[in-house]
């Protein structure tokens, strides 16, 4: 599957909202994005891209744009 | 408003500059533990925190989370760029009440926080109020 659709689905999973909502508009603070489903953003998305998020990538994870930067730096490209 | 935070006010002329809640279902956290395990804790509570959670309470942790996110909305109004999870330690002073210390943020010296946890059925609800 290609990472960007990869990304979308945890995405979807994680914050509980339709694969379609999701968009470089989105941002944690949002309804669906609570502290909550950060917890479970940040595990999936080390579980299933197999990378370990510092503290400080989980500080700075702050929306979709972001995500994708991030997952950059652990040579996920998109 | 808490009646030690009133007290507070009225004998220190401080006023409120936020105030914040939050709720946690348990079953979230459960699952989410249950399916990741402790260790993605770490990144979100301090050692001491994490060192003084009995997971087998599992509204403890759901109200500590309840508690970090309260603080955060509370003092959101006053920040440029709003706290994280780890500038948040939620403690516990003699009396039995939570209190709050900041962790690598330097303009909170003159902020004070009332900190308040309850726990009903399925849920954890916290409230934070900001005083300076």
Not at chain 1, 44 to 62: G, P, R, T, Y
Not at chain 2, 76 to 90: D, E
Not at chain 2, 106 to 120: G, M, P, Q
Request: aromatic letters at 8%; one cysteine or more.
């Amino acid at each position: 599957m290609e990472n960007l659709e990869k990304l979308k689905e945890i995405f979807s999973e994680a914050l509980s909202i339709d694969k379609s909502k999701i968009n470089d508009n989105l941002s944690h603070g949002s309804d669906e994005w609570d502290s909550v489903s950060h917890m479970v953003l940040i595990s999936q998305l080390e579980e299933k891209f197999n990378i370990s998020i510092d503290i400080d990538e989980v500080i700075d994870m702050s929306s979709f744009v972001k995500a994708k930067e991030i997952l950059k730096k652990h040579q996920i490209n998109f | 408003m808490t009646r030690t935070a009133f007290y507070w006010l009225y004998c220190n002329n401080a006023m409120i500059v936020g105030v914040g809640i939050d709720l946690v279902k348990k079953s979230r956290i459960k699952s989410l533990l249950k399916r990741y395990g402790s260790s993605f804790l770490s990144k979100f509570l301090a050692p001491e925190e994490i060192a003084g959670i009995d997971l087998k309470k599992i509204e403890h942790l759901c109200g500590l989370i309840a508690a970090k996110e309260a603080v955060i909305k509370a003092t959101s109004i006053i920040l440029k760029q709003p706290l994280n999870f780890l500038n948040i330690v939620v403690c516990k002073k003699v009396s039995g009440w939570p209190c709050v210390e900041f962790r690598k943020i330097a303009n909170l010296s003159k902020v004070k926080i009332f900190l308040s946890i309850t726990h009903e059925a399925d849920y954890s609800v916290a409230i934070a109020i900001c005083e300076k």
